[in-house]
């Protein structure tokens, strides 16, 4: 069986197991499969924010709790039909999640997940503090859900609510991951240059992900208040947080399915606690929060992917899920190509260009142009410069002063991602791919600025014909260079000299009108090289204009028309490869320097 319909199966034979629990199972069993579901639902927006994303969260229970009490306060202080509360709940979660996103998700390192702690203790505080709110006492006699006639009061009534949101849930999240928006939130571990360089925007693809994972924290508080039909600040603490934390932890924060079965260990552990400790000791509460602690840092010793890492390692990888809809077919239209200057009209230019790092000038006045349709050589010895003079010109790093002018317009200034937009495309010295996507999605990422869908779009499943045109297109670029028959393979399986390689698939998915590739043939072995040297041969007889920086000398003499020599920051000579070869200066400032 083939690894994808052995997925389909599996999750077929869930969904029956799911569906048939309750009528084997006692009233306990049922309850406790009815909080399972719900800390799955928070569980799973931690799984994709701080396990894709890589935003650490200790403060998912207030969401919980803006939901909860926003419907317990709809639905007995105005007396409102639930479903009316559900649209309220969601609605303020999401606000106050994209306001308290806003606030922080800027802020790097450790300071997020502190500033979650933050915000978590104040807004469980707030709860208990509102008269409104019920202070300490909470909301009571919350009613129970209804569809019609039919009431949900029962909680084997309200498991099959609960489990058909959590499918859907996972169905959306599933979709999500393989789309548009979903590669650039598996790329946002990458950074937000390599997020810039293909034309987005890292902090708003967090802030986006952020209120989803509220959301679906919302869609938790909205059941529980309805489920318990009594709302009170404790179930929302920081405590609380820290639980459905240690849920995504424990199942696996690299995969989906993590979030249910983390929910399940975690809540199962929990209620086996509450039996055992009362009887060792009288202070059973503090007990088995310390026991969680012990567990969580055990875990995180010990089993950083979590059960379902173990579980993946056990079975070989027969359960994962696929990477990217690879079955799509061809998309009605190809993506449409923009129109490249005409061959000859000067496209860059860069006018008097200084970097400063402190009191090192890495680049010092320099000044050159490129017209559309060469390719041009960027060379000199080991620090020179050229690195950072390619950082200046893609905007990746901000100039201490000077001119770039990119297409007529001055780009010195500008955001990266917008210069990107405009048909920069880029390759890092440092390869910056993400290793545990596959070198389609790594390549279909490129495209990210050509293409439009968002995440609503994407979990929706309604963004089908322009993600075949996105795969199509990463697809074409693959063969390119050459490693369409690899398509589905991780990038981090590649050699180095192939991931660079890669990374220039990735710039041809732009539809770039410069392309700036730094030190591409790096690693590579002379048959690759010529491979090279080919492609970006018929790249420039396509018209696509290039700059490059290369070590190799051979390599670069016989591919560029022209050449700019740097050293220590300054251009030292520019002209064609044979006159810059004969130059004195050239080659004073190569001896004794590798080429
Ligand atoms: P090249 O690519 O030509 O080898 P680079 O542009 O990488 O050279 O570096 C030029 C000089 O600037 C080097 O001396 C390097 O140490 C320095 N440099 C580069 N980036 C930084 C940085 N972010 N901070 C401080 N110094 C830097
Ligand atoms: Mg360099």
């Not at 240690?246 to 209620?271: D, E, I, S």
């Not at 509450?274 to 012990?294: C, K, M, N, S």
């Not at 390719?375 to 201490?400: E, V």
Request: hydrophobic share 50%.
């Amino acid at each position: 069986m083939s690894r994808i319909s052995r997925f389909r199966l599996l999750v077929a034979l869930l969904v029956v197991a799911i569906a048939l629990a309750p009528l084997a199972l006692g009233n306990f069993s049922v309850s406790l499969l009815n909080d399972i579901g719900i800390g799955t639902l928070v569980a799973l927006g931690l799984v994709l924010l701080t396990g894709v994303g890589g935003a650490t969260s200790f403060g998912q229970a207030a969401f919980v709790g803006i939901a909860a009490y926003s419907t317990a306060w709809l639905t007995t202080a105005q007396g409102l039909s639930p479903w009316l509360g559900l649209a309220f709940a969601l609605l303020l979660t999401g606000l106050s999640a994209l306001a308290i996103g806003m606030l922080t998700l800027r802020l790097g390192g450790h300071f997020l997940p502190l500033s979650t702690i933050a915000w978590g203790i104040s807004i469980a505080m707030l709860f208990g503090n509102v008269d409104g709110l019920g202070r300490h006492t909470g909301l009571s006699n919350i009613p129970p859900l209804s569809i019609g006639s039919f009431s949900l009061a029962d909680a084997r009534a309200m498991y099959y609510l609960i489990w058909l949101i959590v499918g859907l849930a996972f169905l959306f999240s599933y979709n999500l991951l393989a789309s548009r928006p979903g590669r650039a939130i598996r790329s946002l571990r990458g950074g937000s240059i390599l997020l810039a360089s293909v034309g987005a925007d890292a902090y708003k693809v967090r802030l986006a992900l952020f209120v989803l994972a509220a959301i679906f924290a919302g869609l938790a508080g909205w059941l529980y208040a309805h489920m318990n039909r009594f709302v009170s600040p404790a179930p929302f603490d920081v405590r609380a947080s820290i639980e459905y934390l240690l849920m995504a932890v424990a199942g696996g924060l690299g995969q989906l399915a993590g979030a249910v079965v983390g929910a399940a260990l975690v809540l199962v552990a929990k209620n086996a606690l509450q039996d055992v400790l009362p009887l060792l000791t009288q202070r059973a509460g503090q007990l088995e929060a310390i026991t969680f602690a012990a567990l969580f840092i055990l875990l995180l010793h010990f089993a950083r992917g979590g059960l379902m890492g173990f579980l993946r390692r056990i079975t070989k990888g027969r359960f994962q899920a696929p990477q990217s809809a690879d079955k799509l077919g061809a998309p009605a239209t190809p993506l449409p190509h923009r129109e490249l200057p005409r061959r000859g009209t000067p496209i860059l230019s860069v006018q008097g260009a200084v970097k400063r790092f402190g009191g090192l000038v890495a680049v010092n006045d320099v000044s050159f142009e490129v017209n559309a349709g060469e390719i041009i050589g960027l060379i000199g010895p080991n620090g020179a410069g050229k690195s950072t003079m390619f950082n200046l010109l893609t905007c990746t790093l901000p100039m201490t002063s000077g001119q770039v002018r990119f297409l007529e317009r001055d780009i010195a200034g500008m955001p990266q991602r917008e210069v990107a937009r405009l048909g920069l495309a880029r390759t890092f010295q440092h390869v910056k791919l993400r290793p545990h996507m596959s070198l389609l999605d790594n390549v279909a990422l490129g495209a990210h600025s050509r293409t439009h869908s968002g995440m609503l779009k994407a979990g929706l499943r309604l963004d089908r014909e322009e993600e075949r045109q996105i795969l199509h297109e990463a697809m074409k670029q693959l063969e390119r260079i050459g490693l369409a028959d690899r398509a589905h393979e991780l990038a981090g399986s590649l050699p180095l000299g192939t991931q660079r390689i890669l990374e220039i698939a990735r710039a041809l998915a732009a539809d770039p009108v410069l392309l700036v590739l730094d030190e591409p043939a790096a690693g590579l072995r002379r048959k690759e090289k010529m491979a090279l040297g080919e492609l970006l041969r018929k790249l420039r007889e396509e018209g696509v204009t290039i700059l490059i920086v290369e070590h190799d000398m051979d390599f670069v003499m016989k591919l560029v028309d022209r050449l700019v020599v740097m050293n220590f920051g300054s251009k030292l000579v520019e002209g064609v490869p044979a006159a810059v070869r004969a130059d004195e200066r050239v080659q004073a400032a190569y001896l004794g320097s590798v080429a």
